[in-house]
């Protein structure tokens, strides 16, 4: 009973192992895919910016055209740095909750083994002491 009970609870181990494997697996591809949906919008948004700059650079002076350069590229890492940031908690805040869900759900399944295990344990304890008296 001890090695099953060991075996159900390796089992148990192992599923959970994988369960979070898998999770995590799909943040990150999700994680990726808004990246990069985010990249192909900054591109987009940067090569229609880069085109119009190009068109007032007729008339702006060289120094004025470098600064907007500067501060379109700033804003952009920014961006990427705070979709990253906010994605980051995000993810983190979900693997925090399944991980507590999981580990409910674990606690739930050993106290059920537990208690499976001790009613086993009652009735080989039982039919032992008749088999004594019947001896």
């Keep these: 009973h001890e090695r099953e009970h060991d075996r159900e609870i ?21 994680q990726q895919h808004l990246l990069d949906q985010l990249r192909q919008q900054m ?21 004025e055209l470098e600064a907007l350069r500067l501060s379109l590229n700033n804003m952009h890492t920014s961006q990427l740095e705070l979709t990253q940031s906010n994605l980051r908690k995000e993810k983190e805040t979900a693997l925090v909750e399944l991980r507590e869900m999981l580990n409910d759900k674990r606690a739930q399944e050993v106290a059920i083994l537990q208690s499976r295990h001790q009613l ?3 009735k080989i304890k039982e039919q032992c002491l008749k088999e004594k008296e019947d001896l």
């Design 120 to 122: 086993e344990w009652e």
């Design 43 to 63: 591109a987009a948004a940067h090569k229609a910016e880069v085109k119009q700059a190009q068109l007032q650079s007729q008339t702006l002076h060289s120094l």
């Design 10 to 30: 390796s089992e148990l181990i192992t599923k959970h192992e994988e369960e979070m494997e898998k999770l995590r697996a799909e943040l990150n591809k999700e």
